[in-house]
């Protein structure tokens, strides 16, 4: 299973010091703005799945979701 498919904890979206994570009730995990986020780490250590990483330490098989994560916000 995916890092945060189906697991909506919100700890990231309050940890954020520039709201760049966002969502809807239709979808099954939060989304990060790669426009506006400032790469400043804060919601890393919060998320319960680990699932936040910077781009470069995104393992292969997870490289997908940066670009699902940068569509969401071209909808």
């Not at 520039?18 to 919060?46: L, N, Q, S």
């Not at 799945?49 to 916000?73: C, G, L």
Request: aromatic residues 8%; proline residues 8%; negative net charge.
């Amino acid at each position: 299973m995916e890092p945060c498919i189906d697991v909506k904890d919100a700890s990231c979206v309050e940890a954020c010091p520039v709201d760049c994570i966002h969502t809807t009730d239709a979808d099954k995990m939060y989304f990060i703005d790669p426009d506006v986020c400032i790469e400043c780490g804060a919601c890393e250590p919060v998320c319960p799945v680990s699932a936040i990483r910077q781009d470069s330490d995104v393992p292969d098989e997870w490289k997908h979701y940066t670009q699902i994560n940068a569509d969401f916000f071209k909808r």
